[in-house]
Nanobody, 120 residues
């Protein structure tokens, strides 16, 4: 399973950016898809996730500003980021749990990150 994230970039504080991440390769099913981020000098932290039933959860720091959604038919997850703050600056990583075949364990896969820079 390969995860390809896109949509990062540079934006001023208060602005918006959208990220997307598509799962590709050979697999049976994709379960929870999530976004994490890692700011310079910090550990990677959870941002938001969407289950296969489209249930969502957010880190407190992004609630009300970020929206995660997914297109299950395309195995793609999106992150709409509004009211961005300089502290949102980080490399954003896509994460997914997937089964390669029926009965397989749900394995965790990571995509390469995409940089989001928010200027003050």
């Amino acid at each position: 399973v390969q995860l390809q994230a896109s949509g990062g970039g540079f934006v001023q504080a208060g602005g918006s950016l959208g990220l997307s991440c598509a799962a590709s390769g050979t697999f049976f099913s994709v379960h929870t898809m999530a976004w994490y981020r890692q700011a310079p000098g910090n550990e990677r932290e959870f941002v938001a996730h969407s289950t296969s039933a489209h249930s969502t959860n957010y880190a407190d720091s992004v609630k009300g500003r970020f929206t995660i959604s997914r297109d299950s038919a395309k195995n793609t997850v999106y992150l709409q980021m509004n009211s961005l703050k300089p502290e949102d600056t980080a490399v954003y990583y896509c994460n997914a749990g997937a089964q390669r075949f029926p009965g397989d364990y749900i394995l965790t896969y990571w995509g390469k990150g995409t940089l989001v820079t928010v200027s003050s």
